[in-house]
């Protein structure tokens, strides 16, 4: 209920600036303005809803052009030049700019919580392509040692049936598994090549371990032994998912590794005969097509060569530095952003006040007289020396506000405002006539009352 009555409160502050500027005759206006354009900003920051807003601005112009039909202290002219200066510039302005304000903070806040859940969504998917990656090398190579233990064993024993159907449900569960995966997977995310601690020879170790043959030809520097080298977390994933697909569909092959890295870009080569026909494309396999993705996204390449008893992988990677893991620093890039963000509207502000005060200025020139230089003149004088004390032009026709009953009986006259300044916006004229050049009265002209 408080932040209601808070909101009914700005919306009085908003209509009463855009009522009292207009109707402002003279400098009034200059204290007027800054307190309007700080009650209009909060207007718009804080009130909820634009029409609100535009019904207290429109109320409060209405009002003002109610008050100016019943009264004659404020020109036509007076109004219509607050009404496009004030109102705009301290009223419309500054409460638009409160309404860009509160919808940037609401845009930033949603756009915080939209970062929050991408960003769950993201570790989500990176733990299943990790679990995807190492329990699917973990159950090709426990699919291998059992194959092993097949050869190993009498086809006629019940032990040899124990590993044939350990073997089978080893190959089911990793089709479980790409299966798993596939629900998790987010196809518009790019694999996670977060540097691992794992070099390239201890992988190799491993699954010879398990019972891979495994032919191993580096030249240059293991990538993946160095900590940090996000060239070698790249190789390391695509040697561990190729490894997984020839325990799988060449198990008891010779698997050929090679790896220049003396170049740039590296080539990491796995190759393997197989039985028979080549792997099948999974339509929902997600390993060597998301490290084709996130080979590209880094200038890399990765190809994949099938025939039906040689099957190869070849990866293409530049050179990167050690990744720091460290995130950019909050605001770094917003600075300039933020500072724009003020600069722009203070800018385009300034620019229609100084147009502003240079069209006042030219319209003082041409019709303003003043008072010092009016009590200067006397009846009797030339054309001549009138002009020494008065340069404007002024005008053929007083303001519509002007009382003018006592016209002069003859002779040709001229009005000018009466104003001590630019900024003096008051209604008073001054009128001179003039019969064959010379000045027969000069006479002070108020509005009507």
Same mark, same amino acid.
């Given at each position: 209920?408080?932040?209601?009555?808070?909101?009914?409160?700005?919306l009085i502050v908003l209509a009463l600036s855009a009522y009292l500027l207009p109707l402002s005759t003279s400098g009034a206006w200059l204290f007027?303005?800054? /307190?309007?354009?700080?009650?209009?900003?909060?207007?718009?920051? $804080?009130?909820?809803?634009?029409?609100?807003?535009? #019904? +207290?601005?429109?109320?409060?112009?209405?009002?003002?052009?109610?008050?100016?039909?019943?009264?004659?202290?404020?020109?036509?002219?007076?109004?219509?030049?607050?009404? !496009?200066?004030?109102?705009?510039?301290?009223?419309? &302005?500054?409460?638009?700019?409160?309404?860009?304000?509160?919808?940037?903070?609401?845009?930033?806040?949603?756009? $915080?919580?939209?970062?929050?859940?991408?960003?769950?969504?993201?570790?989500?998917?990176? #733990?299943?392509?990790?679990?995807?990656?190492? /329990?699917?090398?973990?159950?090709?190579?426990? %699919?291998?040692?059992?194959?092993?233990?097949?050869? +190993?064993?009498?086809?006629?024993?019940?032990?040899? *049936?124990? +590993?044939?159907?350990?073997?089978?449900?080893?190959?089911?569960?990793?089709?479980?598994?790409?299966?798993?995966?596939?629900?998790?997977?987010?196809?518009? *995310?790019?694999?996670?090549?977060?540097?691992?601690?794992?070099?390239?020879?201890?992988?190799?170790?491993?699954?010879?371990?398990?019972?891979?043959?495994?032919?191993?030809?580096?030249?240059?520097?293991?990538?993946?032994? *160095?900590?940090?080298?996000?060239?070698?977390?790249?190789?390391?994933?695509?040697?561990?998912?190729?490894?997984?697909?020839?325990?799988?569909?060449?198990?008891?092959?010779?698997?050929?590794?090679?790896?220049?890295?003396?170049?740039?870009?590296?080539?990491?080569?796995?190759?393997?005969?197989?039985?028979?026909?080549?792997? =099948?494309? $999974? !339509?929902?396999?997600?390993?060597?097509?998301?490290?084709?993705?996130?080979?590209?996204?880094?200038?890399?390449?990765?190809?994949?060569?099938?025939?039906?008893?040689?099957?190869?992988?070849?990866?293409?990677?530049?050179?990167?530095?050690?990744?720091?893991?460290?995130?950019?620093? =909050?605001? !770094?890039?917003? %600075?300039?952003?933020?500072?724009?963000?003020?600069?722009?509207?203070? &800018?385009?502000?300034?620019?229609?006040?100084?147009?502003l005060y240079f069209l006042q200025l030219a319209t003082f020139r041409a019709t303003a007289l003043s008072p010092a230089d009016f009590q200067q003149?006397?009846?009797?004088?030339? $054309?001549?020396?009138?002009?020494?004390?008065?340069? %404007?032009?002024?005008?053929?026709?007083?303001?519509?506000?002007?009382?003018?009953?006592? &016209?002069?009986?003859?002779?040709?006259?001229?009005?000018?405002?009466?104003?001590?300044?630019?900024?003096?916006?008051?209604?008073?004229?001054?009128?001179?006539?003039? !019969?064959?050049?010379?000045?027969?009265?000069?006479?002070?002209?108020?509005?009507?009352s």
């Amino acid at each position: 209920m408080a932040i209601q009555w808070k909101q009914v409160l700005l919306l009085i502050v908003l209509a009463l600036s855009a009522y009292l500027l207009p109707l402002s005759t003279s400098g009034a206006w200059l204290f007027l303005a800054p /307190l309007a354009a700080v009650g209009s900003f909060f207007a718009g920051r $804080r009130v909820d809803s634009v029409v609100h807003g535009i #019904i +207290a601005l429109a109320a409060g112009a209405l009002a003002a052009g109610i008050t100016l039909i019943f009264s004659t202290d404020v020109s036509v002219l007076t109004f219509a030049l607050n009404l !496009s200066t004030g109102v705009v510039l301290f009223v419309l &302005l500054p409460w638009w700019a409160g309404r860009a304000r509160r919808n940037a903070l609401s845009f930033r806040a949603q756009e $915080r919580h939209h970062a929050v859940i991408q960003a769950g969504l993201r570790e989500r998917a990176r #733990i299943a392509e990790a679990m995807h990656d190492q /329990l699917g090398h973990d159950m090709a190579l426990l %699919a291998l040692s059992t194959g092993g233990l097949q050869m +190993a064993l009498d086809r006629e024993s019940e032990a040899y *049936q124990f +590993a044939v159907r350990i073997r089978a449900q080893a190959d089911q569960a990793v089709e479980h598994l790409h299966e798993i995966i596939e629900v998790l997977h987010d196809p518009n *995310q790019n694999a996670s090549l977060s540097p691992q601690e794992h070099s390239l020879e201890r992988l190799i170790a491993q699954a010879r371990s398990r019972g891979m043959q495994i032919n191993y030809q580096v030249t240059g520097s293991d990538p993946a032994a *160095q900590p940090g080298s996000l060239t070698g977390a790249v190789l390391h994933q695509v040697l561990q998912e190729a490894l997984t697909n020839a325990a799988k569909y060449a198990p008891h092959h010779l698997v050929d590794v090679e790896l220049d890295s003396s170049a740039d870009p590296m080539t990491l080569r796995i190759s393997n005969p197989l039985d028979g026909s080549p792997p =099948p494309a $999974r !339509s929902g396999a997600t390993g060597l097509r998301t490290l084709r993705a996130a080979l590209a996204l880094h200038g890399g390449s990765l190809r994949v060569n099938r025939s039906d008893d040689f099957f190869e992988v070849v990866a293409t990677i530049g050179r990167f530095q050690p990744d720091s893991g460290l995130p950019p620093e =909050p605001g !770094s890039g917003k %600075a300039s952003s933020r500072w724009l963000l003020v600069l722009v509207p203070v &800018l385009a502000v300034a620019a229609m006040v100084l147009g502003l005060y240079f069209l006042q200025l030219a319209t003082f020139r041409a019709t303003a007289l003043s008072p010092a230089d009016f009590q200067q003149l006397a009846t009797g004088m030339t $054309r001549e020396e009138v002009a020494e004390h008065v340069q %404007a032009k002024g005008l053929d026709q007083p303001l519509p506000v002007i009382d003018e009953s006592r &016209l002069p009986a003859s002779g040709q006259c001229r009005y000018y405002a009466a104003r001590t300044g630019v900024l003096d916006l008051g209604s008073e004229m001054f009128r001179l006539c003039f !019969s064959d050049d010379v000045l027969i009265s000069a006479d002070h002209l108020y509005p009507a009352s």
